[in-house]
């Protein structure tokens, strides 16, 4: 059988997409498969997305295994964060007043600089490769989730996207996604998911490798029980589990739970994590309640209220579960897909909880005549209950409690069903102790809880600066398992029912009353 590596070191994404169902082997930081030198076992190796150069994962050791791997001629892909790694380095400073810049290991001739894009995308393929023989001018289709994505130098461009937005800005043109070295067996790209989109990419790199029908079987098999041992592990080399209560059914993405009959298919029970503006811990709590969850053994889905879908990929670290086509709620043309759609899509899905991360505050884009373009209005059209997060560390805990109250006090004119708040970045606890008491008093709610200001590095903090998605990870788990109960928050959650959407005449009247 032929054996395919996919690397498996901290900030690395080896579960984001199926890859083509194409990975047989991990290949870990010392370099070894099975105890051998990857080199010499390993027909071919994919590196994932993920933070690997801002986390600076790639060993000597694993080094080695490429550039052995690329001297004898076997094919190497890298995607996204893969991609980086192959080239001769990086600007990671989107923020930074002067370049941060983290080098690659410079097989294919470019470099990267900050371009933030998160579209699905139609590309065209440019020139032939080991992934694109005979393919030139055709298209193939997929999604960017990138912060990094400009792309220069002199290697042979072999993929161009057609974009909508970059940098959260409308801005249509074809920008470079993919290049490859002079030989043509490695290949660098930025479009997610384009191996699982187009069998055409699939069966040239099986071509490539020269396998015959009874090989290709043996690949499939060998990767099914590859994703069993891929999703058993939380994250990567942070030695957590999931319980044994995680479903062996490694591919409930398409297995229905209730028969065939789709009226009597059951919707996981939905829940919104919104908040009072940017900045407020939103991510961070969402991807430390997916993986609290996930160690006692729930399956998680995580969902994104407009088009960033760059705020999953800590989840999704944590959680083993891939990026899919519904993963980007649409507000007002940006995103992916309509909620009505991904309720429907979800039927049947196995579940125990879906989670959604609002985008900015819950009300940001209410006033804007596009419909729906707010995370209020996504909340209300499906009838989800809604957690709001405020954080503490701008105007102070009094202030927020404050923000907080008036939010929800909005929320209920509109018919939102709030079912719990949390002060983040709390910092004082007498304090923050006597605000849950007002916010209790002044709303009604019983569930206001209270979270201390997580300790990360200055840098690499969040999805939109150098994140290190083990160090954002870790402590975003170990915060939410000591200071939320996770299980209670479950009981929170119930099944959605898309109602449709107020008209904008009726949210104005609402906000102005």
């Known amino acids: 059988m032929k054996r395919i590596g996919i690397l498996n070191v901290k900030g690395s994404l080896p579960n984001f997409e199926d890859f083509g169902k194409l990975p047989t082997h991990l290949l870990n930081d010392n370099g070894l498969v099975g105890g051998q030198k990857a080199h010499q076992v390993l027909d071919g190796l994919i590196i994932p997305g993920g ?33 980086q790694v192959l080239a001769h380095k990086t600007d990671i400073g989107r923020k930074s007043p002067c370049p941060v810049e983290r080098e690659g290991l410079g097989i294919l001739d470019v470099t990267f600089h ?29 999604f960017h989730c990138h912060t990094y994505g400009d792309i220069r130098g002199d290697a042979p461009p072999v993929l161009f ?30 479009i997610h998911g384009s191996l699982d989109e187009n069998p055409s990419l699939v069966n040239n790199i099986l071509n490539y490798l020269d396998t015959d029908e009874e090989e290709t079987k043996q690949i499939y098999q060998a990767n099914q029980e590859l994703l069993k ?25 398409h297995q229905p739970i209730s028969g065939n009959n789709p009226e009597n298919v059951e919707i996981p029970p939905f829940l919104m994590i919104a908040s009072t503006g940017s900045d407020s811990g939103k991510t961070f709590l969402t991807t430390g309640m997916v993986g609290a969850l996930r160690r006692k053994g729930y399956r998680v889905g995580v969902l994104k209220v407009g088009p960033d879908t760059r705020d999953l990929v800590p989840a999704l670290y944590l959680n083993k579960e891939r990026m ?4 980007s709620i649409k507000i007002g043309g940006l995103g992916w897909k309509d909620l009505k759609e991904i309720i429907n899509t979800l039927k049947g899905k196995k579940y125990d909880l879906i989670l959604i991360e609002g985008v900015m505050s819950v009300f940001t884009g209410l006033l804007n ?20 997060v405020t954080g503490c560390n701008k105007g102070g805990i009094e202030t927020a409690a404050l923000d907080l109250a008036s939010h929800l006090e909005m929320m209920e004119k509109l018919g939102i069903k709030t079912v719990g708040a949390i002060l983040n970045k709390v910092y004082h606890e007498e304090i923050a102790e006597n605000a849950s008491r007002y916010i209790k008093k002044s709303t009604g709610l019983d569930w206001v809880a209270r979270v201390p200001k997580a300790q990360l590095a200055a840098r690499g903090g969040t999805p939109e600066v150098e994140i290190k998605l083990e160090d954002f990870c870790q402590k975003a788990m170990e915060t939410v398992e000591q200071h939320l109960d996770v299980e209670e928050i479950m009981k929170m959650a119930k099944k959605p029912e898309f109602t449709g959407y107020r008209p904008y005449s009726d949210i104005l009247d609402i906000y102005l009353s």
Request: net charge negative; aromatic share 6%; proline share 4%.
């Open 51 to 83: 933070s690997i150069v801002e986390s600076e994962s790639i060993t000597p050791e694993v080094e080695r295994v490429i550039r052995k791997m690329d001297a004898q001629g076997k094919f190497i892909l890298g995607m996204c964060s893969g991609f």
């Open 229 to 253: 041992k891929i999703k058993g592990e939380i994250g990567i080399g942070l030695d957590i589990y999931a319980d044994y209560r995680l479903s062996s059914n490694m591919d409930g993405l």
């Open 114 to 142: 900050p371009l933030i894009g998160t579209d699905r995308v139609e590309a065209e393929v440019a020139d032939d490769s080991f992934l694109t023989t005979g393919m030139k001018g055709k298209s193939v289709t997929g």
């Open 369 to 388: 005549e596009k419909t729906p373009f707010s995370t209020a209005e996504i909340a209300l059209a499906g009838n989800i209950p809604t957690i709001m």
């Open 161 to 190: 996207s057609q974009v909508k937005r970059t940098d959260y800005t409308d801005n249509p043109r074809k920008i470079l996604a993919g290049v490859r070295n002079d030989e043509g067996n490695v290949v660098g790209t930025m």
């Open 324 to 327: 899919v086509n519904f993963s």
